[in-house]
T-cell receptor, first 113, second 114 residues
């Protein structure tokens, strides 16, 4: 059983389409992070959200932290082939400890030109 | 500008063999950690360290040992490799391990145990 669940597991879309991927938990997280991983490389941090209801934008990517801090979403507008990769959400394992950062299983996104 | 360096990139072991996966960072980060990545499972935390001389277990520590004698290095030891340890291993570091301290990952070691 994983503390962080992500959906969908796989997503294949055409260039220019919009999409949303989700990260959910039954537990409250003090913060959540989103990473993107490309084949053969390690994950790279995109954003950290720390406040319930927070919305952060990174160019065409919009991240939202749920009001109850149990879920987060990543919305991509007008997807491009360069957005292809594995999107991972992550958070501290315990509410007050940042030492153990755990990850969800990821959403594998493929953007077709 | 090396960041986090992992060696080797690929390794094949036979069941029962031992080996050490190396990880070094040149960013003076206090926090270092090891993850394994398996299809559909995401990244699972094996061991982590919040500073030299301090280590602790993560989600899946069995079969792995670590030590942290210096700030820069955090090797992962497999004492007796098993096929279940076939995976891609990632080392990561961050300045403090806090929520505002992003993890920096190496490019991974792909390990196959036959």
């Amino acid at each position: 059983t994983q503390l962080l669940e992500q959906s969908p597991q796989f997503l294949s879309i055409q260039e220019g389409e919009n999409l949303t991927v989700y990260c959910n938990s039954s537990s409250v997280f003090s913060s959540l992070q989103w990473y993107r991983q490309e084949p053969g490389e390690g994950p790279v941090l995109l954003v950290t959200v720390v406040t319930g209801g927070e919305v952060k934008k990174l160019k065409r990517l919009t991240f939202q932290f749920g009001d109850a801090r149990k879920d987060s979403s990543l919305h991509i507008t007008a997807a491009q082939p360069g957005d292809t990769g594995l999107y991972l959400c992550a958070g501290p394992y315990m509410k007050t400890s940042y030492d153990k950062v755990i990850f969800g299983p990821g959403t594998s996104l493929s953007v077709i030109p | 500008n090396a960041g986090v360096t992992q060696t080797p990139k690929f390794q094949v072991l036979k069941t029962g063999q031992s080996m050490t996966l190396q990880c070094a960072q040149d960013m003076n980060h206090e926090y270092m950690s090891w993850y394994r990545q398996d299809p559909g499972m995401g990244l699972r935390l094996i061991h982590y360290s919040v500073g030299a001389g301090i280590t602790d277990q993560g989600e899946v520590p069995n079969g792995y040992n670590v030590s942290r004698s210096t700030t820069e290095d955090f090797p992962l030891r497999l004492l007796s490799a098993a096929p279940s340890q076939t995976s891609v291993y990632f080392c990561a570091s961050s300045l403090t391990g806090g929520a505002d301290s992003p993890l920096h990952f190496g490019n991974g070691t792909r390990l196959t145990v036959t």
